[in-house]
């Protein structure tokens, strides 16, 4: 038999990137330490080695953090949208220039590939800085009134799975409108968002405009009840976006909530295997499946269930798993010990709901948080694997005989965030689309983002939309019509 040819090991260097011991909170353009002096350790997942000590964020420190803001606004949002745009390209130029930096400390603390940091997340960090920077100067041409106003402060709150990456979310298009920023990283990954800071300080920025508060939900909780906030942008999970609802409910706060997923990729039998196969796997085991619009309830029709089955198992068995840093692997490590517990405990719930459990043979390293690529068949829509949000790398796999039964199978959630379609049919692919209630559509792809691109959810998987012109509706207050007074 013919000699298998192996992967070296092609590590990235931890050395390009310099973590500080201990990271204080930042707020009116300075580093500081948190009012009550605690503070928390942030680990790296593959390893478990503390990477740093972080502030804990409480109550004083929000109330500081938005006074800061507050006080900034004034003359940051009478800025002409050119001279806000000069600060946000300033900001892009400076991500791609420390992308290789960054990069590394994303993987590190998040545990995904470096693969994934350096040519996903880092480009599209950039690339939404750079987008929102061309809309400043250009608000009363984006539909929303003629002279659309700021709403003031706005507080972010931020997941761990996309650390970087949805900063870059909320923070290009609140300071591109004119609004000053309060952001809470997870407490998993804070690390991105205070190198951010550096960068905000190395490009100029006016004090006060971003403000950056770490901490757990506690210091989340302060920043959505803080009276001194104008509206509350929050990606996240589903409970906690229903309690930041609650808490505004009856308040003047804006809110946009991008919370979880149950993503349907429906697979035709006239889809090109193969192609159809990649979009799979890329629609579940990017970032080990930690994605709000993973595609993680492959819907295939019955015709070629067999062959799609086949073709999926044998590329699952030629995917890495290992270190994060090693530019070969494919799947990295689980964010935290308690998200490899919950993705444990939901498989278990799969076999023993009678589910049939299949994953490659892998060997996991003896250190950190691993959780092997595992798809499940005989499932129906009744078993908790094909209803609940994992969050991790597990495929629900479930049959469909015609469009209508695919649709109806889709639908039958309570998210509605993303959906994929595999066939060589482009009026397949509209009829289908047009019926199903997810805020993102792929047709033949899965998970790629755009900055131009509008991206959000129906039912529980929130409401609002972040990308593109329709994310600078939930930033701006729109002027009165032309001619009213």
């Not at 009856?250 to 196969?277: S, Y």
């Amino acid at each position: 038999m013919a000699s298998v040819f192996e992967y070296a090991p092609a590590p990235e260097s931890r050395g390009i990137v310099d973590i500080a011991p201990s990271y204080g909170l930042f707020i009116d353009g300075e580093f500081t330490e948190a009012a009550g002096g605690k503070v928390f350790k942030t680990v790296s997942p593959s390893t478990e080695e503390v990477l740093s000590e972080v502030a804990q964020g409480g109550s004083e420190d929000i109330d500081r953090a938005v006074g800061a803001a507050r006080k900034a606004f004034g003359k940051w949002s009478a800025l002409p949208g050119a001279e806000r745009a000069k600060y946000l390209f300033r900001i892009a130029r400076i991500v791609q220039e420390r992308s290789r930096e960054l990069a590394v400390l994303e993987t590190l603390d998040n545990g995904k590939p470096i693969r994934e940091t350096r040519d996903t997340d880092l480009p599209l960090v950039a690339a939404h800085f750079f987008y929102y920077a061309g809309w400043a100067d250009k608000l009363g041409h984006a539909g929303y009134g003629r002279d659309p106003r700021p709403l003031g402060v706005a507080g972010q709150i931020i997941p761990w799975n996309f650390p970087l990456l949805m900063l870059a979310w909320k923070i290009a298009p609140a300071l591109a409108t004119g609004n000053t920023v309060v952001l809470k990283p997870a407490e998993t990954t804070p690390l991105s968002a205070l190198f951010f800071a550096d960068i905000c300080r190395q490009a100029g920025l006016p004090r006060g405009v971003v403000n950056i508060v770490t901490g757990d939900g506690s210091t989340g909780a302060a920043l959505v009840s803080h009276p001194g906030i104008d509206k509350i942008a929050f990606t996240g999970s589903t409970a906690v976006g229903k309690a930041i609802a609650r808490e505004i409910a009856g308040t003047d706060k804006r809110v946009t909530l991008e919370l979880g997923g149950k993503g349907a990729n429906i697979v035709f039998d006239d889809a090109p295997v193969d192609q159809a196969v990649e979009g799979i796997v890329t629609g579940i085991f990017f970032n080990q499946g930690q994605v709000c619009c993973a595609g993680s309830r492959l819907l295939v029709q019955e015709s070629v269930h067999d062959e799609v089955l086949e073709s999926l198992k044998r590329r699952l068995s030629t995917l890495r798993v290992g270190d994060p840093l090693d530019k070969n692997t494919d799947l990295g490590a689980i964010n935290s010990a308690e998200q490899l517990a919950r993705i444990t405990a939901l498989a278990e719930t799969g076999e023993a709901e009678g589910a049939e459990r299949w994953s490659p043979a892998c060997e996991l390293p003896s250190s950190g948080y691993w959780f092997a690529p595992t798809l499940f068949t005989n499932v129906t829509q009744a078993h908790t694997i094909a209803r609940d949000e994992i969050f991790g790398p597990v495929l629900s796999v479930l049959t469909f005989r015609t469009p209508e039964e695919a649709v109806a199978k889709a639908n039958n959630t309570q998210y509605g965030l993303s959906a994929g379609i595999w066939t060589e049919k482009g009026s397949r692919i509209l009829a289908v689309a047009n019926r199903l209630r997810a805020g993102v559509v792929w047709a033949n792809t899965f998970n790629k983002f755009d900055p131009t691109s509008p991206f959000g959810g129906y039912k529980e998987s929130g409401y609002g939309r972040e990308g593109g012109r329709h994310g600078l509706e939930a930033y701006l207050a729109p002027s009165s019509p032309e001619g009213e007074h």
